[in-house]
């Protein structure tokens, strides 16, 4: 049997890559991409997928502040170091206390900014998404609309958000 890391094996990063494929496809004036970071894949397979034909679109990461490893690591200029979760959290999806050494590289290389959201972000993000566009989305991938919501990101122009999953447990 074959052993394939959830987040830290290229195969698996490039399977997330066909995401930002998606995206460029169906957004074709996009200007800023905002996706969950726990252990990396995700966003550094979207990175790797659509850095080499938009050099100048805004790629940006989000953590919650419970599991700041990435954010922490991204911003210090070095490499990530197991973190001691300051708080339980309901993004339990990317409650991630290491990011994957493959994919965060990348992310280094690739992304402009990583931020953390706090949980009430999170969960203004969900009633948002549930109130306003009947989307029932888990806490880990509401993520990027908390980090807008909160005003993490500054991009400007056509922005999207990586929502995922419906795994909610009340």
């Given at each position: 049997a074959a052993v394939v890391h959830p987040f830290d094996d290229e195969r698996v990063i490039a399977g997330q890559g066909t995401i930002g494929f998606e995206i460029l496809e169906a957004v074709p004036d996009l200007d800023a991409l905002v996706a969950p970071v726990g252990g990396g894949r995700?966003?550094?397979g979207i990175?790797?997928?659509v850095r080499p034909s938009r050099p100048r679109l805004e790629l940006v990461g989000v953590q919650t502040e419970a599991y700041?490893?990435?954010a922490r690591a991204f911003?210090?200029?070095g490499p990530p170091a197991?973190?001691?979760?300051r708080a339980p959290t309901i993004a339990d999806g990317i409650a991630v206390a290491r990011p994957g050494d493959i994919p965060f590289e990348m992310i280094r290389e690739l992304v402009d900014e990583v931020v953390t959201v706090s949980e009430d972000d999170i969960a203004r993000a969900l009633l948002v998404l549930m109130e306003r566009a009947k989307l029932v989305v888990e806490p880990a991938g509401a993520v990027g609309v908390a980090a807008i919501l909160a005003g993490k990101v500054s991009a400007s122009g056509t922005t999207v958000a990586?929502?995922?999953g419906g795994n909610i447990d009340p």
């Open positions: 995700l966003l550094a990175a790797v997928a700041p490893a990435a911003h210090r200029d197991e973190t001691t979760p990586v929502i995922s």
